[in-house]
């Protein structure tokens, strides 16, 4: 049986057919609108799902990642900033009432981090931290297999987890936090106030890799912020892996190698702070959201593939061509 995969964002939605091998065999996207209610805005995915009942596809239920907060349990999405007419908006319901499928519904950053970690570069890890590191920070904590909510839905939050004493808070992030000191907001605030004007991300990368020292003084900054973060998520942890993406990742990896640098003051060895790529790219909201989806179990929120075997540790294998030094 398939499943339904919905990735809801400030910008689009996008909802995915997904077969039994968490592939994705069709696709649809659609604009959020904001002069449109948040049912509105949905309507083009319930038609999507039912055009898949009627063509034949067999499904099994439908998941969702959504940005937060949300009330999980509930099926509710709460107040999002970029999700404008979205407050306490009972998404689990409207898509159940609309296609008599079951729904499910966890936060966006986590199903991207259920994907990596059970699909992707976590494969096969028993302990898998998952960062998303672009605009902000996303994190997720995945461990045999199953997603760590936390008692309230905040697990894995690192965006908000305090790395220096920078006074600026923004909206619910503390000051000093890991998202406004090293994320994409955090690189732009940075080099705004270092040039004197609007500086975005990709002119302050240009300006890095050119070494003009102004730059080189923000990345230093911000890369000290990072390097406190993954050693603070290392502490917490200990996990066999964390899992790296987002478009600041791919696209400046010499960023990351930066600040694993200066995380080996705060770790007992880079060996022990192990790194991998992710994998799936903007796919993995749609595929993690689809691993939502339970295969049967008797309990219903299991995450529903068999617990990955646990790797040898990074100090009891050969590094691979991908690990950080």
Known sequence: MERIGIDIGGTQLRVALVDEGYRIVEVMKTVN????????????????????????????????????????????????PNLVGWQ??????????????PAHLNNDANVAGLAEALLGGGKGYESVIFVGLSTGFGGAYVYRGELVNGAHGYAAEYWNMIVNDDPHGRGSANPGSLNE??????????ATLAFGRPVAPRELFERWYA?????????????EALARGLSNIFWCYDPDVIVVGGSIARYHPAYLERALQKAARYVPSL???????ARFGDDAGLIGAALLVPNGESNPDAIHLPPPPRAASPTERARSDKERP
């Open 33 to 80: 609108d904001r002069t449109e209610t948040a049912a509105e805005n949905c309507a083009p995915l319930v038609d999507f799902i039912l055009r898949q009942r009627e063509t034949g596809h067999e499904l099994r239920g439908i998941g969702i990642g959504s940005p937060g907060p949300l009330d999980m349990r509930a099926g509710t999405v709460l107040n999002p």
């Open 88 to 101: 306490n908006f009972e998404i689990v319901r409207f898509f159940e009432d609309a296609t008599g499928l």
């Open 181 to 190: 000191n090293a994320g994409g907001t955090g690189l732009e605030r940075l």
């Open 211 to 223: 070494q003009d020292p102004v730059a080189t003084d923000v990345i230093e900054r911000a890369s």
């Open 271 to 277: 060996d022990l702070l192990h790194i991998e790529e």
